[in-house]
């Protein structure tokens, strides 16, 4: 089974530029979730789909971050402008999330290799 | 809500045993464990229920204390390639579908030859 997939991997910009990632879920999951991790911390939730509807945006910085997961599987977050404090590893992760399942199954979360950004 | 993860770094010797504690000031449903090597995605390791066993995964194994809420990740015989962070997630809402996991700031853990 393919693994959650995340471009690039790695980004450098300056500040009040824009950036945009890329995720693609494991095939099937219904769930797909956006984190940013700063240097020694845990991940911290931006944003949670279930399908194409967001179930929780109550961390995301709506000011200058946005996502969007139009037909229920891709999914793509984007900065702009961006700050010097957005440099942090932004991590995707999916889960079934879907009926059939037990719950926590539905819940356990598979993440990306992640993208690096360093806004300077 | 954060939960809060001790210690946060430990150093053993291979072959030693460790214990990586999860806590929280709200009851929980369920403590997620994954373990991130640098530059890498965390990757999942086992997931504790309230009122469930404890569970284990080779030499790892994890407890869950409901009286204290607290879980603890039990590392045996420890090997090089167990070096990584180590993060919970905790869950506490047992009646809502996909309600997002907190996730401890990590315990950085390196094991020496």
């Known amino acids: 089974e393919a693994g959650v997939a995340q471009s690039p991997r790695y980004k450098i910009i300056e500040k009040r530029q ?38 929780d945006d109550s961390q995301l910085p709506k000011d200058r971050f946005s996502a969007e997961r139009l037909k ?12 010097l ?12 999330g879907t009926s059939g399942w037990s719950k926590p199954m539905m819940n356990t979360q598979y993440f990306g290799p992640g993208t690096r950004l360093t806004v300077l | 809500q954060q939960p809060v993860q ?4 430990v150093i053993l010797r291979e072959g030693e045993d460790a214990v990586i504690n999860c806590s929280s000031s709200k009851a929980l ?8 090597k640098h530059g890498e995605a965390p990757v999942f390791l086992m997931i504790l229920l309230k ?12 407890s869950f204390n409901e009286k204290k809420q607290q879980s603890s990740l039990y590392l045996t015989a420890s090997q090089l390639s167990y070096s990584g962070t180590y993060f919970c997630g905790t869950e506490k809402d ?3 579908l996909n309600t997002p996991l907190v996730f401890g700031k990590g315990t950085r853990l390196s094991v020496i030859a």
Not at chain 1, 22 to 47: D, F, R, V
Not at chain 2, 29 to 36: A, D, E, K, L, T
Request: with cysteine; charged share 15%.
């Open chain 2, 6 to 9: 001790s210690p946060q770094a």
């Open chain 2, 29 to 36: 449903y369920s403590v997620h464990w994954y373990r991130q």
């Open chain 2, 51 to 62: 009122g469930g066993e404890q569970k284990g995964h080779d030499k790892i194994s994890a």
């Open chain 1, 85 to 96: 404090e957005d440099s942090a590893v932004y991590l995707c992760a999916s889960s079934h």
């Open chain 2, 94 to 96: 047992r009646l809502m």
């Open chain 1, 18 to 55: 824009s950036v945009a990632f890329w995720c693609n879920p494991i095939s099937g999951h219904a769930t797909l979730y956006w984190y940013q991790q700063i240097l020694g911390q845990g991940p911290k939730l931006l944003i949670q789909f279930q399908n194409n509807g967001v179930v």
């Open chain 1, 72 to 83: 229920g599987v891709d999914s793509t977050l984007k900065i702009q402008p961006a700050k």
